[in-house]
């Protein structure tokens, strides 16, 4: 593409990264993959230092971060959605949430600016791993039967109408919710990314022109790198709050 | 002068048409975007009369604010993708 005479980049230059380690295997490791375990290693490692035995009962430092970002979860998300009983999926949505905040926010960190999340592998395999959850939640509560009678024939709906909604319901309780999941998330980190990298573009181009007209743009791309961080925090509490509104609805059917 | 008509055919032409479909995309986004901005416009317009109501209800509200908006936006993020898709 071309526009004000600077060459934009192609798409694929923007997310797709050279492997750099265990080429042509199943495993081969590149940035977005390096993002992933260091997102892993850092989500692990905040609560293991969170939660090691220490004399003072203030907490503070890391174990501050966590435990207020347990208590997030637990006010805003569980308590809200689920209820009381919704606490033994506490571990499940703490750790979902820091998981993916952790690889949405390199999206805005210096000299790594990408979005691991822009690749659709992980987000597709977290929703998998949601979907998968919630069905066997809603097995496992109501039985099979039950669970397929609740999903798909709500209660309310006078019975002539059920020949239109069990289809509608069957199509938007096992498909479109994962992929729908899977696309926001996804979708929301490319365009963040590509925002950015529109702004960035626009302003070194205008730089190398003249410097007086880049500070519009480059103003734009501070002001984005603040909204992109908001992004970051609402797609982790979004994805958070949908697994929880999935579990919640297997756990307690509409009577 | 049917060489030149060639020539344009075969490079130029090829290249306004793509020109053409990068145009057609941007506005398909521009149209899958209508809806989902008007659904959270009313959405958050709601929640916010309703939390200037109800004070203590702003949390509730404040969650399922943002559920709505997850929902809503899920559509223009669809355009946004079939957008991608589709440049040449």
Same mark, same amino acid.
């Given at each position: ?23 042509? &295997? ?5 940035? &977005? ?9 850092? &989500? ?33 998300v569980?308590?809200q959605i689920i209820?009381?009983?919704g ?43 949601v979907?998968?959850?919630y ?42 919710r994962?992929?729908?999941l ?56 979004i994805f958070t709050i949908l697994t929880a509104v999935y579990i919640g609805g297997s756990m307690?059917?509409?009577? | ?62 969650t399922t604010?943002f559920l709505?908006?997850a929902f ?17």
């Amino acid at each position: 593409m071309n526009f004000l005479a600077l060459e934009f980049p192609p798409v694929s230059h923007l997310f797709d990264w050279p492997t750099i380690w265990l080429d042509d &295997t199943l495993l081969a490791v590149n940035k &977005t993959v390096l993002i992933y375990i260091a997102a892993t290693i850092v &989500t692990m490692l905040i609560f293991t230092l969170a939660g090691r035995p220490r004399e003072s009962l203030v907490p503070a430092g890391i174990q501050h971060v966590a435990e207020s970002g347990v208590t997030f979860i637990e006010k805003s998300v569980v308590m809200q959605i689920i209820g009381p009983d919704g606490k033994k999926f506490m571990p499940l949505l703490t750790s979902l949430f820091f998981f993916v905040l952790f690889s949405n926010i390199t999206e805005v960190i210096p000299f790594i600016q990408f979005p691991a999340n822009g690749r659709m592998a992980i987000p597709a395999t977290l929703a998998l791993m949601v979907w998968l959850i919630y069905n066997v939640v809603g097995v496992k509560k109501q039985g099979m039967f039950g669970y397929l009678k609740n999903s798909l024939f709500p209660p309310g709906v006078p019975w002539p109408l059920y020949t239109i909604v069990a289809p509608i319901e069957l199509v938007s309780t096992f498909v479109v919710r994962p992929f729908s999941l899977a696309v926001r998330l996804w979708a929301n980190m490319v365009a963040g990314h590509l925002l950015l990298v529109t702004f960035a573009i626009l302003s070194a181009a205008l730089w190398e022109i003249y410097y007086a007209p880049a500070v519009l743009p480059f103003a734009m791309l501070i002001l984005m790198t603040g909204f992109e961080i908001l992004v970051s925090f609402l797609q982790a509490f979004i994805f958070t709050i949908l697994t929880a509104v999935y579990i919640g609805g297997s756990m307690h059917p509409e009577h | 002068m049917f060489s030149i008509l060639a020539q344009i055919a075969a490079g130029e032409l090829l290249d306004g048409l793509k020109a053409i479909g990068a145009g057609l995309a941007v506005l398909g986004y521009g149209l899958a975007a209508i809806g989902p901005g008007l659904g959270i416009g009313m959405v958050v317009g709601n929640a916010i009369s309703a939390m200037a109501r109800q004070p203590e209800s702003a949390g509730m509200v404040r969650t399922t604010m943002f559920l709505g908006i997850a929902f809503i936006e899920a559509l223009a993020l669809i355009g946004f993708v079939a957008f991608m898709l589709m440049l040449p």
